[in-house]
């Protein structure tokens, strides 16, 4: 079923998979971009940690307590985000619960996502889309609309290069601390070297 | 007009193993997440960066070749990631307005 709602005039897909309206093979496009800040926070009392998206001009570095947790700032990088948009049908991915990408690099087989990088064939890499919150308390992560769309849209660009990529949700990894990889985050100026 | 090709008339000797694509456009940028949002497929890269994220990044975005510039050099394990991407890897001493100009002379607009 596609289920949509009208925001600022454009529909916003909450489910891609085709249904009444018929499957689109969807023509993605990546729209909305932002320039901002991805901000690192950890507890200095249970190890959490936590990320968010900052469009403000300098970072935020703020120590606050929350229930439980006493957050202090661990870092942050320049980054930019995209939502997604589809050609034919007009439909947006909203990709907001994306905070980055991460090529990984996990060589644990036991982690589902050592599994697939030790699956792949030389032209294809593994990417894990980053959700806002790492250890995922909720059980929540990057939506499966998110993740499909993602794969849609990078195959297709990539398909004509001879390359391929596969995306996945951090909550497939055992644990994303110790799953290693190569975030898609510049680093300051003066940290270039 | 292929990586190899480009790289001769620019006069830049290759860092890594590469795959020998076709060069359709030019990209300067010295910021890496910029790449997945802006660049676009089949692309020379000009870049002052040489972190892994740049390979990573690159990859996404489909280029055929990213030329480093000031004369920095990548780390082993940058180039390691560029020969499983077949991106071509190359350093050039000067900077990216110099590379630019080589670019315009060789008819990228
Ligand atoms: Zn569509
Ligand atoms: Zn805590
Ligand atoms: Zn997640
Ligand atoms: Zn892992």
Redesign the pocket.
Known sequence: MIASVAVRGERILENVEGGAMGPCNHEWSICNVRHGYFVEEG?F????RLSFFSAEPVPPIDKYREG???WAYLGSFQTVKFDLKCRACAGIVDLNDVNGLMLSECTDRDCQVGALVHQQGPDSLVYVALCPNTSHPTGKCVSSEGIEALNQYFRAKLAPVGRKVTIVPCKLCNSIDKCRGTSIVDVGLTDIQ | MKVSELAQKTGLAAINEYKDREIERVYISDMVSDLIASARTNSVVVTLQTHKSLIAAANLAGAAMIVIVNGRKPSEDVVALANRTGIGLFSYDLDSWAFAKKLVNLGFE
């Open positions: 507890c009392e249970c190890g959490a439980r947790h006493y």
